[in-house]
């Protein structure tokens, strides 16, 4: 009930602000859009729906891209503990002096006939705190990556802009970027497949949408498609709380961007630099020119 109330009070918000980091970069005739742009309007965004500093923002970038990808264990668990410490403090001034955002929302609910715990609280927020600072990066860097390699694609949603808000969904199903990591807990087969407990098991939730018994010709990008479904949000009890904003976020950005950058590509002898994990996939570096 929250969310879609907040976002909507923000979309103006966030257009403006996506159109303000456009129209500082597009004079340059390239950037590194992953850190120029994709890094800076999700957590800026973010920050105002839970309402917190804007000042934040880069300690919790640079928190989050030690966790989620970086190679030194030791580096990765005092980064752990430092986001641990700053969500505890936050949920804590939260219970004390709840307002009108997401975090007070999630620290006061209830669930079913029952308060929410302490375990489910700090879980629930740091979800949303990751999926603020780095799902959403990861994927707008897959759509721009997609639109920079296909300018026909660019030059259809400028002549027909109606088609964007369908462009979103399809471009999401396309490069859905979050992975499902489980822990097996008993010892099972499937489909003559052995499972071992203790093994550890990913599922890529990019498959839902590029399964061909769902969506034909999958690989294919569709403006046009009469129906999109994937799973790059999840599904069910697990379905992404941020999906709304993303979506938004997205929208105002493909706006922005196509009015002011209308032709670009990935700049001459560069290479996207990607990475995989067990939370998502994304990509650190890409390099863009107009």
């Known amino acids: ?103 007070s929302w999630i620290v006061h609910a209830n669930i079913g ?16 705190l990751f999926g603020g600072l780095d799902t959403l990066t990861s994927l707008m860097g897959f759509i721009w990556r997609f639109l920079a390699a296909n300018p026909a694609h660019c030059q259809e949603l400028i002549r027909e802009p109606e088609l964007r ?20 807990t008993e010892d099972c087969t499937y489909k003559g497949v052995q499972f071992r407990a203790g093994e550890m098991i990913q599922i890529p939730n990019a498959l839902v949408g590029l399964d061909e018994r769902i969506t034909p010709d999958p690989l294919s990008v569709d403006f046009r498609r009469p129906h999109v479904e994937h799973a790059a949000f999840g599904s069910g009890p697990h379905h992404c709380p941020g999906a709304i904003l993303a979506r938004r976020e997205i929208a105002a950005s493909l706006d922005a961007w196509l009015d002011l950058i209308p032709e670009f590509g990935i700049a001459p002898g560069t290479v996207p630099e990607l990475h995989s994990g067990a939370s998502n996939n994304g990509i650190l570096r890409l390099e863009l020119s107009w």
């Open 1 to 103: 009930a929250f969310l879609p109330k907040a976002v909507e009070k923000l979309d103006a918000e966030i257009r403006a602000l996506a159109r303000e980091l456009i129209a500082g970069i597009a004079p340059r005739g390239h950037c590194e859009f992953i850190e120029d742009f994709a890094r800076k309007l999700p957590i800026m965004a973010f920050l105002k729906v839970v309402q917190l500093p804007l000042e934040d923002r880069e300690m919790l970038v640079r928190l989050a891209g030690t966790i989620m990808h970086g190679t030194d264990k030791a580096a990765a668990e005092q980064a752990q503990g430092q986001m641990t410490a700053y969500v505890s403090h936050w949920i804590e001034e939260r219970r004390a002096n709840p307002g009108d955002d997401l975090i």
């Open 113 to 128: 006939e029952r308060a929410i715990n302490e375990e489910e609280t700090f879980g629930l927020v740091r979800l949303v």
């Open 165 to 184: 808000r369908t462009a979103v969904d399809e471009l999401i199903r396309r490069h859905g970027v979050v992975n499902t990591a489980r822990q097996i």
